[in-house]
Every structure is written in C-alpha cells, then in structure tokens.
C-alpha cells in the first residue's frame, strides 16, 4: 500500500495522475470525498469492482453508488433521465446526493448487485473530483472502511482497518461532511428517499416542485417505500457497544454508566448536554447537525481507539435537520445479532 497526502483545495497533479493510473489499470484508491472516504474502483471492470467487496468484506447483496463528474457522466450510465432527476441533480450536484436511476448494461451487475439501478452521485470534493477527471471511467466508490464498521473521515482511519487491502491511500485531511450521502431512488413513480444525510428532506421537497416525496422506513415501508438493498443492517457500529438515551431514560443511563463502570468496564461517552455519571471518556459533541455529523465518526474511532466497551450516547433532536445523524447513531446502536 502507498500513502500519499495532498492539499484538499489543490491537489499535487502527479500524485492525482497516479491515482487515476491505478483505477484505470484495476486497482484500488481511497480517496477522500466531502462525505466520507471512499474505496474507489473503476465501474466498468467487474473484476476491479470485485477488489472493493472482497477489501471490505461486503456482501455483494450491497450495491456500490459510482462516482461521476457531473449530470452528463451521469446520463451516460444512465437508461432514463427522469425530470425528477434532472431537479434534484440541478438542486444538489455536485454535492452529497445520491440519485438511482435505470442502469445501462454498460454497468456490470455487480456494481448494482443485480438490480436494474444505479445509484450515482456528482462530488464536490477537489481531490474527488480531480481522480474521477485522472481516471477518466465512473467510480464505484463505497466508503472505505470493513463492512458494517464505522466509516472513515480521515485517512488514518482508512489506513488502520483497510490498510493493505488497498493499493493507494490519498490523504486529504478530514472529510467536511462527514456521513454518507442522502440517497434518493427516482426510478420508480414517486421519488422516495433510501437514505437520509445531511440534506434535510423539506430541501429535496422543495426542489422537486410540486412532486411528492416518500421516505422509505426501512421496516419493509409502505406500499410506495421500497427498502433499500443494506439498509436493515446493523452499520456504521464501533466495536464497544453504543446505549442512546434521552431525557425519558436519562436516569436510567446514569446508574448503568456507574454500574458498568464499577465492574470495571471502560466507559466512553458522546453527549449534548451531560450525563451524571464518572465517564471516563467523555467527548462533548456540537449541538447543531452539521457540526455533529462532522464530528460523529472520529468520536467513534477515538473512543473505540481508547478502548471503550460501552459508549453512552445522548440521542439528537427528532427533527429533519438532524435525521442522517439520528439514523446513523440508530443503526451503530443496533445489536450485532440483528
Ligand atoms: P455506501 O455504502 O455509502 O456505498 O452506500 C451504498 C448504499 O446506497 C447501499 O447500501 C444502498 O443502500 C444504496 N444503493 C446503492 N445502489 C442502489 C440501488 N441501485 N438501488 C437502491 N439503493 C441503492
Ligand atoms: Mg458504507
């Protein structure tokens, strides 16, 4: 595995011109994007794209989002361009959206795990957008971490889980965003969201006019709310376990943080307002939603580096603005049976 760090604005030519070298001829890059790091892979070659599942131990149930310049790259993949698209690329692109149209065959099926869609997204990032220009062919880009485990906002956390399973490391410094795109499938009749992120929903409403919009819950939905492929798993989870509270069950947590911690248990903690208990790792997370999803996977890489086994996290507001950071926190919460 190479290492390689560069400007986040202005990144050095040859080093983007490697990596560009490296996709194009089947290998590996993980790169930084304004979301999360991702594992790149040219999206053509199905044998390279079989690199990304088998790096990150993913199940090839799981389709990839591929990475495009902009909405022409992306209707070049693409066997219908609905007008909801066209909005919402218009709206959001590039930018930390994620839109899923009919695929092209040109698209091997493993990109899509066997679906007749493709989910794409323009980025915004320099460096992104400066290797998908080098490569010249869409990359699928997953985020580059093991599956089911917490995704990486810095290129450190990229190097200590995927380490020599990847060819190239860019480091960009720590991603702006910080969670994964907001995923909206506009294939079928209503376009429905798969995924929430960091745009809230009203903003996807509004820029759709007066087309609806359907949230899928990811319980198997309503009749239009179709789940999306992964999504009931347990993701984005740490190694210590995470117990959310809230004001109801606030007590609660109190007298199981000290339980737990005299048992001897490193406790660790993310909180808004506080916890009346002898945490030993407290982190005191920004208390508006984009700061906290900027922050959130670092919080959980340090406090899983500390070696915390349990992690009390107090849970975010129930409102729009904050619903890619409450799924997020939702889903490292649930237990690993499920
Ligand atoms: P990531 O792990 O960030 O690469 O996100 C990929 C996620 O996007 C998948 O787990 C799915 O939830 C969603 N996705 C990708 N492709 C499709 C598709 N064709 N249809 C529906 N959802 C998709
Ligand atoms: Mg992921």
Same mark, same amino acid.
Request: net charge neutral.
């Given at each position: 595995?190479?290492?390689?760090?560069?400007?986040? #604005? =202005?990144?050095?030519?040859?080093?983007?011109?490697?990596?560009?070298?490296?996709?194009?001829?089947?290998?590996?890059?993980? %790169?930084?994007?304004?979301?999360?790091?991702?594992?790149?892979?040219?999206?053509?070659?199905? $044998?390279?794209?079989?690199?990304?599942? $088998?790096?990150?131990?993913?199940?090839?149930?799981?389709?990839?989002?591929?990475?495009?310049?902009?909405?022409?790259?992306?209707?070049?993949?693409?066997?219908?361009?609905?007008?909801?698209?066209?909005?919402?690329?218009? *709206?959001?692109?590039?930018?930390?959206?994620?839109?899923?149209?009919?695929?092209?065959?040109? +698209?091997?099926?493993?990109?899509?795990?066997?679906?007749?869609?493709?989910?794409?997204?323009?980025?915004?990032?320099?460096?992104?957008?400066?290797?998908?220009?080098?490569? $010249?062919?869409?990359?699928?880009?997953?985020?580059?971490?093991? %599956?089911?485990?917490? $995704?990486?906002?810095?290129?450190?956390?990229? @190097?200590?889980?995927?380490?020599?399973?990847?060819?190239?490391?860019?480091?960009?410094?720590?991603?702006?965003?910080?969670?994964?795109?907001?995923?909206?499938?506009?294939?079928?009749?209503?376009?429905? +969201?798969?995924?929430?992120?960091?745009?809230?929903?009203?903003?996807?409403?509004?820029?759709?006019?007066?087309?609806?919009?359907?949230?899928?819950?990811? #319980?198997?939905?309503?009749?239009?709310? =179709?789940?999306?492929?992964?999504?009931?798993?347990?993701?984005?989870?740490?190694?210590?376990?995470?117990?959310?509270?809230?004001?109801?069950?606030?007590?609660?947590?109190?007298?199981?943080?000290?339980?737990?911690?005299?048992? *001897?248990?490193? !406790?660790?903690?993310?909180?808004?307002?506080?916890?009346? @208990?002898?945490?030993?790792?407290?982190?005191?997370?920004?208390?508006?939603? @984009?700061?906290?999803?900027? @922050?959130?996977?670092?919080?959980?890489?340090?406090?899983?580096?500390?070696?915390?086994?349990?992690?009390?996290?107090?849970? !975010?507001?129930?409102?729009?603005?904050?619903?890619?950071? =409450?799924?997020?926190?939702?889903?490292?919460? =649930?237990?690993?049976?499920?």
């Amino acid at each position: 595995m190479r290492y390689l760090t560069v400007d986040p #604005d =202005r990144p050095d030519a040859q080093i983007v011109r490697r990596a560009g070298d490296v996709i194009r001829r089947g290998g590996l890059v993980a %790169f930084p994007t304004e979301t999360v790091y991702g594992l790149g892979a040219n999206a053509l070659d199905a $044998s390279a794209v079989a690199r990304i599942f $088998s790096a990150k131990g993913r199940p090839t149930y799981d389709p990839l989002i591929v990475h495009v310049l902009n909405a022409a790259g992306a209707r070049s993949v693409a066997r219908a361009w609905p007008e909801t698209a066209e909005r919402l690329a218009a *709206a959001f692109w590039p930018g930390p959206l994620t839109l899923v149209v009919p695929k092209q065959p040109v +698209v091997p099926d493993i990109v899509t795990a066997g679906l007749d869609t493709v989910a794409l997204r323009v980025p915004s990032h320099a460096v992104a957008r400066a290797i998908l220009k080098a490569a $010249s062919v869409p990359v699928a880009a997953p985020s580059a971490n093991r %599956f089911t485990e917490v $995704s990486p906002t810095r290129a450190e956390h990229v @190097a200590r889980t995927l380490g020599d399973r990847v060819d190239l490391i860019i480091d960009g410094g720590p991603t702006t965003i910080g969670i994964e795109s907001t995923v909206v499938d506009v294939s079928g009749e209503r376009p429905t +969201v798969l995924r929430p992120g960091t745009i809230p929903v009203p903003d996807l409403a509004a820029a759709l006019g007066a087309l609806d919009i359907a949230v899928a819950t990811g #319980d198997g939905g309503g009749a239009t709310a =179709r789940p999306s492929p992964g999504m009931l798993d347990r993701h984005y989870a740490p190694r210590a376990r995470l117990h959310l509270f809230d004001e109801r069950s606030r007590g609660y947590a109190a007298r199981l943080a000290v339980e737990r911690a005299a048992a *001897a248990d490193t !406790v660790g903690a993310m909180l808004l307002t506080g916890l009346d @208990a002898p945490v030993r790792h407290a982190l005191a997370m920004p208390n508006e939603p @984009a700061g906290y999803a900027r @922050a959130l996977y670092h919080a959980l890489h340090t406090l899983d580096a500390a070696g915390c086994d349990l992690i009390f996290v107090e849970a !975010v507001p129930d409102t729009p603005a904050w619903a890619g950071v =409450r799924d997020r926190l939702v889903r490292a919460a =649930r237990p690993a049976e499920v």
